[in-house]
């Protein structure tokens, strides 16, 4: 196996584990305990609890998904070569969700990770620096989102 092949493949295990948690039959972790992924979280609070901000200051567990999606969007529109649509800012924007919109979001980024996923099972033997760089920088802007979505849930 090539060190690429080592690093994407560690590389994968992290990225899974960030947002579907430890996978069944695995007794350890790396990083999150058992169940504690993105999709779970998605999965554990509804829309009011999603739209909930502890402070005038801080942003809802909504908004910190849905700037992970923006983040997970705007990777596979640079992959692919096209434009990235709207901007870090703004995808601060949305803080409140109704369930309609709340579900379209867990449907959303679902999908968006999906993608990212089958991008990075198929990555080039010697992606560019740029591309190696975007997929380095996933990983820990995922965990630290996850982590901050965790935190909120805990005053959800």
């Given at each position: ?24 039959g ?19 609070v ?6 909930r901000?502890?402070?005038?200051e ?22 692919h070569?096209?434009e ?9 924007a949305?803080?409140?969700f ?18 990212v ?13 740029l591309?190696?760089t ?23």
């Amino acid at each position: 196996m090539t060190d690429l092949g080592y690093f994407q493949k560690s590389f994968l295990t992290l990225f899974r584990e960030c947002f579907e948690a430890i996978p069944p039959g695995q007794d350890y972790t790396w990083f999150v305990q058992g169940r504690e992924g993105v999709f779970d979280a998605l999965d554990s609070v509804d829309a009011a609890q999603a739209s909930r901000k502890p402070s005038a200051e801080c942003s809802s567990i909504g908004a910190h998904l849905n700037h992970l999606l923006f983040a997970l969007e705007s990777m596979i529109a640079q992959i692919h070569g096209q434009e990235v649509q709207g901007t870090w800012e703004s995808s601060w924007a949305k803080q409140e969700f109704s369930e309609n919109e709340w579900e379209t979001l867990r449907h959303d980024l679902r999908m968006a990770y999906e993608k990212v996923l089958a991008w990075l099972n198929t990555l080039p033997e010697a992606p560019g620096e740029l591309e190696m760089t975007g997929v380095m920088a996933i990983l820990p802007h995922s965990a630290y989102h996850l982590g901050a979505v965790r935190q909120l849930m805990k005053l959800a």
